[in-house]
Nanobody, 126 residues
Framework: QVQLVESGGGLVQPGGSLRLSCAGS????????IGWVRQAPGKEREGVSC?????????YYADSVKGRFTISRDNAKNTVYLEMNNLKPEDTAVYYC??????????????????WGQGTQVTVSS
């Protein structure tokens, strides 16, 4: 059974930091491009970041998070991370990790994922 399990969400003040983790079970994450997708109440899903298959040489960031978020993977731990710095209230959302066949799929066909996690809540508020 394939599972993507997110962790690391929580409540943080504006300007604070969090690190999200996406651990794979029953799946080898470096065979997939792994993306982070967020959804705030009443808003459409937004592809936030994605890391390429294997050597992780290519990354993608949405303009809304560029310069503040960093995606990385540790293939030995079968885990992908999203380091989030200088968080803003507009970053409040449920964050999901998802396995895609490529970064392009996440960017242009957000719903065409192979696997999807259960999500972790991030709340940025004073």
């Amino acid at each position: 059974q394939v599972q993507l399990v997110e962790s690391g969400g929580g409540l943080v003040q504006p300007g604070g930091s969090l690190r999200l983790s996406c651990a794979g079970s029953g799946i080898t994450l470096d065979y997939y491009a792994i993306g982070w997708v967020r959804q705030a109440p009443g808003k459409e899903r937004e592809g936030v970041s994605c890391i390429s298959i294997g050597d992780s040489s290519i990354t993608y960031y949405a303009d809304s998070v560029k310069g503040r978020f960093t995606i990385s993977r540790d293939n030995a731990k079968n885990t992908v991370y999203l380091e989030m710095n200088n968080l803003k209230p507009e970053d409040t959302a449920v964050y999901y990790c998802a396995a895609y066949p490529s970064i392009a799929t996440m960017r242009y066909a957000l719903e065409e994922y192979d696997y999807w996690g259960q999500g972790t809540q991030v709340t940025v508020s004073s």
